[in-house]
């Protein structure tokens, strides 16, 4: 009997130490197993001038795990996509991205200029502030556009002269800002509308939108 119990904590021995063995591996994903090794996809901005107070955005094919900039920067986010943000020195800059899931490491080379104080501006749309007599029709049929001065980031709204929210689908992406109607949701003749909002470029220089337009009478 004895020996037969010193046979079972020997088993039991082996075992408890198998499975510390097993989890000493890599990063484990969401359901346990051990997450699939990530490869860097692309960087906004790729290369090329990059203010001292800018950030970059990084993606890769899968979650990186722990991200590290070096020799500056500070990384945040998760999943596929990280920030970087500076300040970064001025001059030339061979910036190394490690990261763990993989054990990669990507660098990117930049020239850092003085620091961007310069907020992002609108440059164009469908519709300019101050218009009148605008089609609602066309409105309804394709939209809402503007273009801005950089690449930006933030939020859109289509609004009544109240302040009440009309209910459109509003997107920031690169320079452009759009908005799309929602069933149900069409804009009216002989009414004045707000498109209001924040975005901000990747220095953090914010920009207030507001373009005020009003609807044509009905024909």
Partial sequence: MAKLFRTFALVFAALFALSLIVGCGGDEDDDGGEAPAASFSNATPASGDLASNGTITVTFD???GDVTASPAGTVAGSGKSRTISGPF??????????????????TLNYTVTAPDTTAPTV????????????????INDGGIEITFSEEVSGNIALQTEAGDNVGWLGNVDGTTGTLE???????????????????SDGAG???????TFTTAAKE
């Fill in 62 to 64: 899968n979650d990186p």
């Fill in 89 to 106: 020195p001025e001059g030339a800059l061979a910036l190394t991205l490690s990261w763990t899931n993989g054990d990669g490491s990507h």
């Fill in 123 to 138: 440059t164009g749309g469908t519709v300019s502030h101050g218009d009148e007599d605008v089609d609602p029709a066309e």
């Fill in 181 to 199: 109607l929602v069933a149900g949701k069409e804009i009216g003749n002989e009414t004045t509308y707000v498109i209001k909002g924040t975005v």
């Fill in 205 to 211: 220089n914010e920009l207030a939108v507001e373009i």
